[in-house]
Structure formats: structure tokens, C-alpha cells
């Protein structure tokens, strides 16, 4: 009996463990999507006011692609 309680007590301590892994890998899944609006929201700022020229490199095959992001806003020339 005694051995079933500790077993029992065994598999919550991991079951406990395991939800705060969980908890804390969420939370740094949070913060990187955080990290990554502002990132995004910064760059769409930019292209209202000029074209943008982002440029990808693959992790897997190592090649460079080229993304032109243009508004619609006109750019004011020398008047």
C-alpha cells in the first residue's frame, strides 16, 4: 500500500514538472511572437513612407530571396 502511494506520488511530482515545462515554453513562445509584431510593425511603419527590400536567406538550401514591399502612398519629390 505503501508503495502505491509513493508511486502515485512519484507520477503527480512529474505531472507537475512536466505542466511547468509546459507553462514556461508557452511563455517564451509569447515573448518570440512579441518580439516578432514589433519587429513586423516597425517594418510596415517603414513601408508607408518608402519602398523595402527584404532579403530571406534559407536555412535548408542557403538562397538569398529577394521581397520588394512597396505602398501605396506616392513619394514626394524636390518640388
Known amino acids: 500500500m505503501a508503495s502505491q502511494d509513493r508511486a502515485k506520488l512519484g ?11 509546459l507553462i ?5 513562445l509569447d ?3 512579441d518580439n516578432i509584431d514589433s519587429i513586423v510593425t516597425s ?11 527584404i532579403e530571406v536567406t534559407c536555412p535548408n ?4 530571396i529577394q ?6 502612398v506616392r513619394l514626394r519629390g524636390k518640388e
Open 43 to 53: 517594418l510596415i511603419e517603414r513601408v508607408m513612407g518608402r519602398p523595402l527590400v
Open 11 to 21: 507520477k503527480q511530482v512529474n505531472q507537475d514538472r512536466d505542466i511547468g515545462q
Open 61 to 64: 538550401c542557403g538562397q538569398t
Open 24 to 28: 514556461k515554453r508557452l511563455d517564451m
Open 31 to 33: 515573448e518570440r511572437l
Open 67 to 72: 521581397i520588394n514591399v512597396t505602398s501605396g
